[in-house]
């Protein structure tokens, strides 16, 4: 996971030191399914984080029982998870993609709507696709954009995705569809991040070394 405090990828381990003794872990049961609170810190940094889970339990083999853990999302601090966007990803781009990755873990249906609707803007505002619904212009995109293989397979993938669903639910007001599959949600930031990276940080890479070659050349 990548730490909420430092950003580093890590994997955290159970606290031993600072204000931290004693129990680090609490189990409940709800509805059925067992839940876990657990204390943990980075070994990076050492910040504390708190991280809710679900354990499921495997068939009993031998007399031996396994758990395994699922959903893990953190509590505390009160962050998306995912890594910190690129400075050269500016708003309104950043500041959708943001609030669609903190509320992920809460709402996936929520993040959703706010990804799709900055992915939509991007392919309006950057690439130029006519106004329609989301797919058509994922689409329109695919067959124009002249985009990268990943990007281009991203944003196919993605599309698979949202068809998945026979019946779309579609908000009266907004128009957005409400109706999320699994795993459309953090595929939908996946691509984000993955256009975000082709749109705006390479080519922002590619003038700051043309730039810096061009002051070095000059007499």
């Known amino acids: 996971m990548i730490c909420p405090h430092c950003a580093v990828e890590m994997h ?4 031993d030191r600072g204000g931290m003794h ?8 709800s509805g059925g ?15 504390a984080i708190l991280l809710h889970s679900d ?11 396994t758990a395994t853990e699922e959903n893990i999302f953190v509590l505390w601090p009160r962050t998306s998870g995912r890594k910190p966007l690129p400075v050269e990803v500016l708003d309104p781009y950043r500041s959708l993609y943001e609030e669609a990755a903190t509320v992920l873990s809460d709402s996936p249906r929520a993040s959703a709507v706010l990804s799709r609707r900055c992915l939509q803007k991007m392919l309006r505002d ?9 797919r058509s212009e994922i689409d329109w995109t695919l067959n124009n954009g002249n985009l990268p293989p990943y990007v281009t397979e991203s944003l196919h993938d993605l599309r698979k995705i949202g068809n998945s669903g026979a019946h779309p639910n579609k908000s009266p007001i907004t128009g957005d ?5 699994k795993g459309e949600a953090e595929w939908t930031l996946d691509t984000l991040d993955a256009l975000f990276g082709h749109l705006f940080v390479e ?15 000059s007499p």
């Open 12 to 15: 955290p381990q159970n606290p």
């Open 22 to 29: 004693g129990a680090t872990q609490m189990w409940y049961s």
């Open 33 to 47: 399914q067992t839940r876990r609170v657990s204390a943990v810190e980075c070994p990076a940094c050492g910040g």
């Open 55 to 65: 354990i499921v339990y495997a068939p009993v083999v031998r007399g031996e029982t």
């Open 126 to 134: 950057v690439l130029h696709a006519p106004a329609g619904d989301l």
């Open 177 to 181: 569809d409400l109706d999320v599959e």
């Open 203 to 217: 080519p922002a890479r590619v003038a700051a070394r043309k730039s810096a070659l061009t002051a070095k050349l």
